[in-house]
């Protein structure tokens, strides 16, 4: 009984800081997205600090949602603090690791008598909150004794992360998923979890790092391990999914962000569910598929980009994302044979209420062989979100097209191959794509046979909207779904009149 007081008294120790925090602060916001005032309005206050080449970048502001970065995230470029009082981040600075501090002023008396007396008085608050909770669990006991309960009072959820063996990963993600504004478990949860995991074997490699299947009690995870040049993909990816709602059918699964300490190197950890058939990349290999699979497939690649791009309002609710790296290997097959999208590492994101665009800090571009004109021409609107939704449809126009070529019509079907395979090299350069696409103005050839098709004769018609040159005159992806769930109810209806 005393062991699993001193676990709970532990758990409510850690999450302490979000306790005391309910409603809204006020902040200092010293970044390029801050309002004329110099303030804004959130959850908690940050402080950031970040080194890009040989440049020092400040900021200061607010968050929406709580953020694990809060809790003691530091690398050797970038780091980040919290508070939890209003203007709290005023004086609130970060020294990165390896950082020498000789330069900085000594400290004056004032600021003395602060890191002294702040302290001391946070200690006797926290010192006052801990009797508490002991005179809580105490008083708790002592009715459980008295009345013969067989029921605690409810304690904080983190207490989850305790039992965590005797749940499911999908009791978990149910009953916590729909409490917070972020889209896997909550903080301590996933950073239990993320400790508890078994890596079995490496099932992708590329550029951003590799990709292993993992265990946690049984049950199959997906273990990203992100390069430490690709860090910033991991912080951005961990952002999105704790401070937006992303659970869809269509959206892979997120179940914990972690940064853990393993072989004596720091490794950047995205856990998430596990999709056995791996990447449409991969799936489209080996598997030709039938008119009504290709459909599927599709049909579920836009419901999850529509998802992404439309912004949900209210407090389940989040803003609008352009992917801005769309691609076959970055869509992912699942057992039902419907995909879902994955890497969100170079996401935007976007509020009409407060016309907020978020576009990161991450200074990897993406796929060049999937780029839009715009984007190899670097004519691309930077200010405007409309022009980075404009590119996703430009991407799903080839992904469209790859999916339609491995599509069997009258007993043929092509092999695998990428968008533009016959007029780039394998690997192609920025300068490559950009003649090709720019200069030339070409698209990917469309097979003629699937014009002998009413149905891949439409995918045909999709596909070309998708790559107009103006990107105003593309398709909206949810324009796209409209067509797409029309086709999918006409090819339904003689099965079912049958």
Do not use: H, R, Y
């Given at each position: 009984m005393l062991q699993g007081v001193i676990a709970g008294l532990f758990l409510a120790l850690l999450s302490l800081p979000r306790n005391i925090t309910a409603g809204n602060l006020?902040?200092?916001c010293e970044h390029t997205d801050c309002e004329k005032n110099l303030i804004c309005s959130g959850k908690l206050c940050f402080v950031s600090r970040h080194q890009e080449d040989r440049e020092i970048i400040h900021k200061k502001g607010c968050l929406k949602a709580d953020s694990e970065l809060c809790w003691g995230s530091f690398t050797e470029k970038y780091g980040m603090k919290c508070c939890w009082s209003n203007m709290c981040n005023r004086n609130l600075a970060i020294q990165l690791p390896g950082e020498s501090n000789q330069s900085e002023e000594s400290p004056s008396l004032k600021n003395l008598l602060l890191m002294i007396l702040v302290p001391?008085?946070?200690?006797l608050v926290l010192a006052a909150l801990v009797g508490l909770f002991v005179w809580k669990v105490v008083q708790s006991r002592q009715r459980q004794m008295l009345f013969g309960s067989d029921e605690l009072e409810d304690m904080d959820f983190m207490l989850k992360a305790s039992i965590a063996g005797d749940s499911?990963?999908?009791n978990l993600l149910n009953d916590d998923c729909t409490t917070g504004s972020g889209s896997g478990?909550?903080?301590l949860v996933q950073r239990t979890v993320a400790r508890q995991i078994s890596l079995v074997e490496c099932v992708g490699k590329g550029r951003y790092g590799e990709v292993w299947r993992g265990t946690w009690h049984g049950e199959n995870v997906a273990v990203k391990i992100f390069s430490s040049r690709d860090e910033q993909s991991w912080f951005r990816e961990t952002e999105i999914y704790n401070t937006v709602l992303l659970r869809h059918d269509n959206i892979l699964g997120f179940i914990a962000s972690d940064m853990t300490s393993r072989n004596s190197s720091t490794q950047l950890w995205l856990i998430t569910h596990y999709h056995e058939h791996g990447s449409l990349y991969d799936y489209l290999q080996c598997t030709p598929l039938d008119v009504e699979s290709c459909l599927r497939l599709a049909t579920s690649i836009i419901c999850g980009l529509v998802h992404l791009h439309v912004e949900i309002f209210g407090t389940q609710g989040k803003p609008a994302i352009a992917h801005r790296d769309l691609k076959s290997r970055n869509i992912l097959v699942k057992n039902n044979k419907q995909c879902c999208i994955a890497d969100l590492?170079?996401?935007?994101?976007h509020s009409q209420s407060s016309d907020y665009l978020d576009i990161g800090n991450n200074p990897r571009v993406g796929t060049k062989r999937y780029m839009a004109p715009e984007v190899l021409d670097e004519q691309i609107r930077m200010?405007?979100?409309e022009s980075f939704k404009q590119t996703d449809i430009w991407a799903f126009g080839l992904v469209l097209w790859e999916i339609a070529r491995r599509t069997v019509i009258n007993g043929i079907v092509e092999d695998y191959k990428p968008p533009f395979f016959d007029m780039v090299p394998i690997d192609p350069s920025f300068d490559d794509m950009k003649k090709v696409v720019c200069v030339d103005q070409q698209t990917p050839t469309i097979p003629n046979r699937l014009y002998s098709d009413l149905t891949l004769s439409a995918?045909?018609?999709i596909m070309k909207e998708c790559w107009f040159q103006s990107p105003t005159a593309r398709l909206t992806a949810l324009r796209i779904k409209k067509t797409l769930k029309k086709l999918s109810?006409?090819?339904?209806?003689?099965k079912q009149h049958s």
């Open positions: 006020t902040c200092v001391l008085f946070a200690i499911t990963l999908e478990l909550p903080f590492g170079l996401a935007v994101m200010d405007c979100f995918l045909a018609k109810n006409s090819f339904n209806k003689p």
